[in-house]
C-alpha cells in the first residue's frame, strides 16, 4: 500500500522544552488515521511539521514521499486540505464568498461550493455573515474550506469539537464519503466515539511520545480483561472470567433460564489511555 | 517562481468587498479628499504645497490602509490561510497590493482636480506616482506583517506618516543640519523635486536620477517585506 505519510524519529524542541521525541508511524493511502492525545501532547506540532508550518529538531517527516517542508510548492498545496484549531475566515464576507475565495485560490468551480455546504449542512445559510454564525457553524464552514479542493490528503485538528451530534453526524458521513472515494485523512481527536466510528488506525500520544498504536477493535482486544459481564433476571449482574470455571458457571445460569444478557468486558480507548498513560485524554 | 493571475484575482476580489464593508480603512481613505478640499480653497498652491497632499496620500492611502489590512488578517488569523493555499509568496502580496493600488490612484486622481494640479508632462508624474505608491504598499505590508493587530498597526505607522509627509521639509535644514541631508534621498522628497524639476519642463531624461532613488527604495522594502513574509509561514 502506498505510504502517504512517514514519519521516523521525529523530535522537535521549543528551547529546552521537548515537544516531540522519537515519534514514528506511517499513514497508507485511503487510511484515516487518529492521533490522539490530551492538549499539549504534540498532535498540533505534529500537523504544523507535516503541513509545513513548522519544522522539525530532528528526524524525517515525509509527505508523499517527499520532505514536508515541500509542500510549501503550489502544486503540492493543492493535493491538501488542513482544519486547524484556528482556521481564519473573512467574518464581514457571507459563507459563499469565503468559499468563493478558495474556489479561486485552488481553481475549483463554483458549483463546488454548493456540494460542500450539503456535506456540512449549511446549504441554506450561505448568504449568512460569518460574524453572525455561531461557534458550531464556524466550524462547519472552515471543515467545508478544507475539502473544497477535493484534497488527497487531509487533516483535522479536533473537527468536530464545537459541534452537537447532529452535526457531527453530518461531518462523519462527509469524512465517510472522502474516504470512500480514496481520501486520506489524519485526524485529532479527543473523542473516543469519534475515533472508533472514523479511525482504522489510532496512535496514542502523549508527553510528545507515542505509546500505542493500532486499529481501535485491536488494540480493545488487547486491553480487554478477559471476562464477561451476566445480567441475571433476578436484576443482578455477575461478573465471570473466561476459562473453564467461568463457562461452568454461565452453563449454570443458562440451565436455570437465569440469564438475561452476555457481555464481554472490552474497555474503551479511553479506558486503554488511562491504563498506558495514568491520566484522561480531555 | 509561479505567478497566477487568478489566484492574484481571487485575493483581489475578496478584498475589495471585504473593504467596502470596512468603515475603519473607508473613513481613512477618505481623509486625504478632506485636505486636498481644504488645500484647493486656499487659491494658487506652490508645487510643495500640492505634493503635501499627493504625499499624504501615498503615506495615509498607500502606506496605511495596507498596513491595516495586513495586519488585520494576521489578527484574524486569515493571513494563514492563504499562507496554505497555493497562492505563493508573491501572488498573495500582489492580490493584497492591487486594491489599495487602485484606491490610492483613485484618491490622488480626485485629489489633484481639487487642488488644481496639472503636470506639464503626465506621463512623467504618472510613472512617478505608480512607482511611489509601489514604494508605500511595500512599506504598508512590511509595517502590517510586524504588527500582531491593527491597533498597533495604527500606532507604528504613524512616525512614518509624518516622515513620509512632511519630511521633505527636512532637506531645507541640511545646510544647517547636516543630518536632515537623508531626507533628500527620501522617496517623498525625490517625488517633490522631480515634480519641481517637470513644471520647469523636464522629461524623462532629466529625472531619472529621482525615478531610481524611489526604485531603490521600492527594491528594499519589497525585499524586507518578502523576507518577514517567509519568517510567518513558519509559526
Known amino acids: 500500500m502506498e505510504k502517504i505519510i512517514e514519519v521516523k524519529s521525529l523530535a522537535k524542541l521549543f528551547g529546552n522544552q521537548r515537544a516531540l521525541e522519537d515519534v514514528s508511524f506511517e499513514v497508507s493511502k485511503g487510511e484515516v488515521f487518529g492521533f490522539l492525545g490530551p492538549s499539549g501532547s504534540g498532535k498540533t506540532t505534529t500537523i504544523k511539521i507535516l503541513t509545513a508550518q513548522l519544522t522539525q529538531t530532528d528526524g524525517d517527516a515525509l509527505v508523499f514521499g517527499h520532505p514536508a517542508a515541500q509542500l510549501k510548492h503550489p ?14 475566515l473573512y467574518e464581514r464576507l457571507s459563507i459563499f464568498d469565503n468559499l468563493k475565495l478558495y474556489c479561486g485560490l485552488y481553481d475549483v468551480s463554483l458549483s463546488r461550493i454548493e456540494e460542500v455546504l450539503e456535506m456540512v449542512n449549511l446549504k441554506a445559510e450561505s448568504k449568512k455573515i460569518v460574524s453572525k454564525l455561531s461557534k458550531g457553524m464556524l466550524q462547519r464552514v472552515t471543515l467545508a474550506r478544507a475539502f473544497l479542493h477535493k484534497p488527497e490528503l487531509l487533516f483535522l485538528d479536533e473537527p468536530t469539537s464545537s459541534l452537537d451530534p447532529v452535526n457531527s453526524r453530518h461531518i462523519y458521513r462527509g469524512l465517510q464519503e472522502l474516504k470512500d472515494n480514496g481520501t486520506t485523512i489524519f485526524l485529532t481527536t479527543h473523542d473516543m466515539n469519534e475515533a472508533e466510528l472514523l479511525c482504522d488506525r489510532v496512535a496514542f500520544l502523549h508527553n510528545g511520545t507515542i505509546q500505542l498504536i493500532g486499529p481501535p477493535k485491536e488494540l480493545r482486544k488487547r486491553y480487554a480483561d478477559n471476562t464477561l459481564t451476566v445480567e441475571l433476571t433476578d436484576g443482578t449482574t455477575e461478573v465471570i472470567a473466561k476459562g473453564e470455571a467461568g463457562a461452568e458457571k454461565l452453563y449454570r445460569f443458562m440451565s436455570e433460564n437465569k440469564v438475561v444478557s452476555v457481555n464481554t468486558n472490552e474497555p474503551t480507548l479511553g479506558d486503554i489511555f488511562v491504563e498506558i498513560t495514568g491520566r484522561k485524554l480531555s | ?51 503635501i497632499v499627493i504625499n499624504m496620500t501615498l503615506s495615509l492611502v498607500a502606506a496605511f490602509i495596507q498596513c491595516s489590512l495586513i495586519a488585520e488578517e494576521k489578527e484574524k488569523n486569515t493571513l494563514r490561510g492563504l499562507m496554505l493555499s497555493p497562492a505563493s509568496t508573491v501572488e498573495i502580496l500582489a492580490g493584497k497590493g492591487m486594491l489599495t493600488f487602485l484606491t490610492t490612484i483613485f484618491i490622488i486622481v480626485i485629489s489633484c482636480f481639487l487642488i488644481d494640479y496639472k503636470p506639464e508632462s503626465l506621463a512623467v508624474i ?110
Do not use: C
Not at chain 2, 484575482?9 to 467596502?20: G, N, P, T
Not at chain 2, 479628499?33 to 510643495?48: N, R
Open chain 2, 1 to 51: 517562481m509561479t505567478f497566477s493571475l487568478k489566484r492574484a484575482l481571487a485575493i483581489f476580489h475578496k478584498d475589495y468587498k471585504d473593504l467596502s464593508k470596512n468603515m475603519y480603512v473607508s473613513f481613512t481613505a477618505v481623509i486625504p479628499l478632506f485636505m486636498a478640499l481644504l488645500y484647493g480653497s486656499q487659491g494658487e498652491l506652490t508645487i510643495e504645497m500640492q505634493y
Open chain 2, 126 to 235: 504618472a510613472v512617478a506616482i505608480a512607482l511611489s505608491t509601489v514604494f508605500y504598499i511595500g512599506l504598508g505590508t512590511f509595517l502590517g506583517l510586524i504588527t500582531r493587530s491593527v491597533m498597533e498597526a495604527s500606532v507604528v505607522i504613524m512616525p512614518f506618516f509624518f516622515l513620509f509627509t512632511f519630511g521633505s521639509y527636512g532637506a531645507m535644514l541640511a545646510e544647517r543640519f547636516p543630518i536632515f541631508k537623508a531626507a533628500e534621498y527620501m522617496p517623498n522628497t525625490q517625488l517633490v523635486e522631480l515634480a519641481g524639476a517637470v513644471q520647469l519642463g523636464a522629461g524623462f531624461a532629466d529625472i531619472w536620477s529621482h525615478l531610481f532613488v524611489i526604485i531603490i527604495w521600492i527594491a528594499a522594502v519589497f525585499v524586507l517585506a518578502y523576507r518577514i513574509f517567509k519568517k510567518r509561514m513558519m509559526d
Open chain 1, 75 to 88: 502544486m503540492n498545496r493543492k493535493k491538501i486540505g488542513i482544519l486547524t484549531d484556528n482556521s481564519g
